[in-house]
């Protein structure tokens, strides 16, 4: 494996499963120093790390620095109690992965705006309050990059679930505007956005083989994704390979934003 973030370090949040996990192995396999942020199940926290340890050493590197960091990232200051956690172990930051994340399932009319405020401030406050304050560090040291980890419902509408579409929307434009504004000085951030994933976030169709193959009938390549390949492709982004990039969101979605019903033809359009 191209071993691209040798001695860089790294923050990824909501990084003791599904995705984030992914992500954390995927660039210790490549060298970086990985700290973990998790909110909760200190035990997977923990499993996380020792995975990014081993991950490291069959990279070849014995001396990588594994942090792992307990915060809400929808909290001011635990987020910047995390950043200084960080920058005591570190020193500094090449690369933040925004990838906390949740969601409430219920009917839009009746969901409880603090159901829809506690989703709308672990998905998007907390990525804004992460890269703030990863902007400032990458001001002060010349540049660096963001990957958020967004979702295929920052553009397709996912009923039932409306603080996750909402929280995926803005965070389709935070990436958009912070890229933008940003772009000048050497700070790239760009988003990946997730399809049907085998994750534990998505276990209630995943383990559920009628409800799987619903869900994977509106794929057209026919499957659901792994966390492994949406780390590839946070990977790619926070690679120098995608040095050109920024402000975009990639689609790992297996073909659900090409609008699978028109597989077959049934309109002339118009």
């Not at 172990?89 to 009319?109: C, K, R, Y």
């Not at 803005?170 to 912070?178: D, E, I, S, V």
Request: charged residues 20%; hydrophobic residues 40%; proline residues 3%.
């Amino acid at each position: 494996m191209t071993k691209r973030f040798v001695s860089k370090n790294v923050l990824v949040t909501g990084g003791s499963s599904g995705i984030g996990q992914m992500v954390a192995v995927r660039l210790a396999e490549e060298g970086a120093n990985v700290a973990i942020n998790y909110s909760s199940n200190t035990a997977k926290a923990e499993e996380t790390r020792k995975l990014i340890v081993r991950a490291s050493r069959d990279s070849g590197r014995d001396d990588a620095n594994v942090l792992v960091v307990k915060a809400d990232v929808s909290s001011e200051p635990d987020v910047e109690g995390m950043f200084e956690e960080v920058f005591a172990a570190f020193g500094t930051m090449d690369l933040l992965v925004n990838n906390a994340g949740i969601q409430v399932e219920g009917e839009s009319a009746e969901m409880s705006a603090e159901q829809f405020d506690r989703v709308i401030g672990i998905n998007l406050r907390g990525a804004f309050l992460c890269s703030k304050l990863a902007i400032r560090h990458f001001l002060e040291r010349g540049g660096g990059v963001i990957v958020n980890v967004s979702s295929v419902h920052e553009a397709i509408p996912k009923p039932t679930y409306i603080g996750y579409s909402v929280s995926k929307g803005g965070m389709h434009n935070l990436t958009r505007t912070l890229a933008l504004e940003y772009a000048r000085r050497n700070i790239r951030i760009n988003a990946v956005g997730p399809g049907a994933t085998v994750t534990p976030m998505n276990t209630a169709w995943v383990e559920d083989p009628e409800k799987r193959k619903i869900v994977e009938s509106h794929i057209p390549m026919g499957r659901a994704g792994t966390s492994g390949e949406m780390a590839a492709a946070v990977a790619f982004l926070a690679s120098d390979e995608a040095s050109y990039i920024t402000g975009q969101t990639l689609y790992v979605d297996g073909g659900l934003t090409l609008y699978p019903d028109f597989r077959t033809a049934w309109s002339s359009g118009g």
